[in-house]
């Protein structure tokens, strides 16, 4: 079952832009933080960015501050990331993440649930 739907990635050149999405399938994660995870090539899957339940609270990696920005839209469930200036290393596998609980700060190591992930390529 999936329960967090990714889209946006594809093919960009080192500079440009994109923006993921995120929408949850079969429940709302509306009241729940949510976030990123990412997957290089022959790398160990890292946090990427989180945002809390209202919205009001934002954590980016230091690798993506001031290029990515992690936003929700709450009244139509969606949570995005705007990725600015990619870079190749910028390269993997973006997976959505929710964590069950309402709680602020989140675990950086793990989330309760996952989406299919979504591919992102940066060109040199």
């Known amino acids: 079952q999936v329960q967090l739907v990714e889209s946006g990635g594809g093919l960009v050149q080192a500079g440009g832009s994109l923006r993921l999405s995120c929408v949850p399938s079969?429940?709302?994660?509306?009241?729940?933080?949510m976030g990123w995870f990412r997957q290089a090539p022959g790398k160990e899957r890292e946090f990427v960015a989180a945002i809390s339940w209202n919205g009001l609270s934002t954590y980016n990696v230091d690798s993506v501050k001031g290029r990515f920005t992690v936003s929700r839209d709450n009244a139509k469930i969606t949570v995005y990331l705007q990725m600015n200036n990619l870079t190749p290393e910028d390269t993997a596998v973006y997976y959505c993440a929710a964590w069950s609980s309402n709680r602020w700060p989140v675990s950086t190591l793990d989330s309760d649930y996952w989406g299919q992930g979504t591919q992102v390529t940066v060109s040199s």
């Open positions: 079969g429940r709302t994660f509306s009241r729940s933080a």
